[in-house]
């Protein structure tokens, strides 16, 4: 995998013209207070590959070309020049993340410097411009991500390379003196290796996240950034609330890795969910949202106001925040075989994503599970593979999945559904290579050359770091509101009860799929994160 890039210059049509707009006189008179004159000499570089991406440049007068960062793929080409009334930037500037190109003064020009707080505060109050701004932004970076060229995580350009098919792929084991061994590794801004990075490695190296001063007491932190967190995050953050979402892994919980949801209001030809949560994170940061990837909540300080939220980076790394919303969601559940850690990844996914379908196209595939997203991920994995086995634990799919994912299921030649069935064992040599399942509970084992596996068995709350601190239900979720019991509320230090999404602890809300007796569901998730901004307000206000 490789990294930067920079916009093409290549895109024809009505799009191009909206991924580099020429903003009118008019615009740019609107523009000039936000912002300040900046004379750049020729050659002058305001922005290079890795840099933080803190402010974009409206060209007044002259020309900064944006160019290409040369790998074996790519060779260091110009990619786009921005001419009088262009601005530079892409998505990348509302997360606060790095610049993925290097850009420079051609001639000698000036610009007009504008910060990233003060573009939030345009796009916050002058909807035209916000328009320009968010749609550029967003086509230039779907444009990276079209010619597979920038570093790489979900929904970040990158480019992937197969060492037993790409042709340069021998080169680039030379150039960064890698064995195959080594594999899987990212090389991150062309030029930092990463051998089978974390998370958080990978994170932090993409530079995804915004320095946060740590003194400071935000009204809101919102730990999860599922589809209740980032509905949370969207609402606050447009209501004026000082908001930062923490979230452990990538945006859009299990929800985003669905392949396709079609049963979420207004989109009737469906979405999937990565698509979903890129555009929920895209508006939660336009209003100004801040938002951590890859940090984990390890503990919650309930004894003392501000609340701190500790991170996994050490004792220093906390939050201060007047309120907290908890949109953790659910883990999931893990296949009962001795040696699953083996093959996680490597044969065995928790999601069915494109990158997984073209990885198992032509081959027979496994979905375990008999929820929706295990219908979602068969019938997605359908379109491709030779055939998919779907084993179901229970004696079948009416009481756990939507009618009309059973009927797509049902009428799908390449779908064969085995009911009572569940995996004993995994067999491999660094890969998956087959896998033994048992139909009853006394049947006998069948022995299947499956190499990919898509375990989809329901989940557990992500609750472990709240124990001691809130009233969870026998099951590990958060109770809230009515659900608490005289007992919980033994220590509630407040005249009022409890709002209704409000926990054991004033100020701290539960969201989604974490919370007691909520609808599993994407709409009542957004619809729940919604609901607690309201309550916030009114924590705020006490």
Request: proline fraction near 4%; aromatic fraction near 6%.
């Given at each position: 995998m490789t990294s930067s890039t920079v916009p093409t210059s290549s895109t024809a049509g009505p799009q191009k013209n909206e991924a580099f707009p020429q903003l009118t006189a008019v615009q740019l008179h609107r523009l000039e207070p936000h912002g300040h004159r900046r004379k750049l000499a020729q050659g002058e570089v305001v922005g290079e590959p890795g840099q933080p991406v803190t402010k974009i440049f409206v060209v007044v007068s002259g020309q900064l070309d944006a160019f290409t960062q040369k790998t074996i793929w790519v060779s260091k080409d110009l990619a786009i020049s921005f001419t009088p009334g262009m601005f530079t930037g892409e998505r990348s500037v509302l997360a606060g993340g790095r610049f993925l190109g290097r850009i420079a003064a051609v001639v000698p020009s000036e610009v007009l410097e504008i910060d990233r707080d003060e573009l939030l505060q345009v796009m916050a109050t002058d909807t035209e411009l916000s328009d320009i701004f968010l749609r550029a932004?967003?086509?230039?970076?779907?444009?990276?991500?079209?010619?597979?060229?920038?570093?790489?995580?979900?929904?970040?350009?990158?480019?992937?390379?197969?060492?037993?098919?790409?042709?340069?792929?021998?080169?680039?084991?030379?150039?960064?003196?890698?064995?195959?061994?080594?594999?899987?590794?990212?090389?991150?801004?062309?030029?930092?290796?990463?051998?089978?990075?974390?998370?958080?490695?990978?994170?932090?190296?993409?530079?995804?996240?915004?320095?946060?001063?740590?003194?400071?007491?935000?009204?809101?932190?919102?730990?999860?950034?599922?589809?209740?967190g980032l509905g949370a995050a969207v609402y606050a953050a447009s209501e004026g609330l000082n908001v930062v979402v923490v979230e452990a892994n990538a945006p859009g919980g299990q929800a985003g890795?669905?392949?396709?949801?079609?049963?979420?209001?207004?989109?009737?030809?469906?979405?999937?969910?990565?698509?979903?949560?890129?555009?929920?994170?895209?508006?939660?940061?336009?209003?100004?949202?801040?938002?951590?990837?890859?940090?984990?909540?390890?503990?919650?300080?309930?004894?003392?106001?501000?609340?701190?939220?500790?991170?996994?980076?050490?004792?220093?790394?906390?939050?201060?925040?007047?309120?907290?919303?908890?949109?953790?969601?659910?883990?999931?559940?893990?296949?009962?075989?001795?040696?699953l850690a083996q093959f996680e990844n490597a044969g065995v996914y928790y999601a069915a994503t494109q990158m997984e379908r073209r990885m198992c196209s032509d081959e027979e595939v496994a979905v375990v599970g008999g929820a929706n997203s295990a219908g979602q991920a068969a019938v997605f994995l359908a379109e491709t593979a030779q055939r998919v086995h779907m084993l179901i634990r229970s004696g079948g799919l009416s009481s756990t999945m939507s009618r009309y994912l059973i009927s797509r299921i049902d009428a799908h030649p390449r779908i064969v559904q085995h009911t009572r069935t569940e995996i004993v064992a995994l067999e491999g040599n660094g890969h998956l290579e087959r896998v033994a399942w048992r139909s009853g509970r006394n049947g006998p084992v069948e022995t299947q050359n499956v190499r990919h596996v898509f375990t989809m068995t329901g989940a557990e709350p992500s609750t472990k770091w709240l124990t001691g601190c809130l009233?969870?239900?026998?099951?590990?979720?958060?109770?809230?509101g009515p659900a608490l019991t005289p007992d919980d509320l033994v220590h509630w230090p407040l005249r009022r009860q409890p709002y209704l999404l409000e926990t054991s602890l004033p100020g701290v809300l539960a969201v989604g799929d974490v919370r007691s007796g909520s609808t599993k569901r994407v709409a009542s998730a957004v619809g729940e994160g919604s609901i607690a901004v309201a309550t916030v307000h009114q924590v705020l206000a006490d």
């Open positions: 932004f967003i086509l230039r970076r779907l444009q990276l991500i079209d010619r597979q060229q920038g570093d790489v995580v979900n929904g970040h350009p990158y480019k992937m390379v197969d060492l037993d098919s790409d042709a340069a792929s021998q080169e680039l084991l030379d150039r960064f003196h890698l064995t195959p061994a080594d594999i899987p590794v990212v090389i991150c801004r062309g030029s930092v290796v990463l051998k089978n990075p974390t998370v958080e490695r990978l994170a932090e190296c993409l530079g995804l996240n915004p320095t946060l001063d740590r003194a400071q007491i935000w009204d809101v932190v919102i730990v999860g950034a599922g589809p209740a890795t669905s392949s396709k949801i079609e049963n979420y209001l207004g989109f009737p030809l469906g979405i999937s969910g990565q698509e979903l949560a890129a555009r929920a994170y895209d508006q939660a940061q336009k209003f100004g949202a801040r938002v951590l990837i890859a940090k984990h909540a390890i503990r919650l300080n309930c004894d003392r106001k501000p609340y701190r939220v500790l991170l996994g980076d050490g004792e220093d790394d906390v939050l201060l925040t007047r309120a907290i919303i908890i949109a953790t969601g659910v883990e999931y559940r893990k296949l009962d075989v001795g040696n009233s969870l239900d026998d099951k590990g979720f958060v109770k809230t």
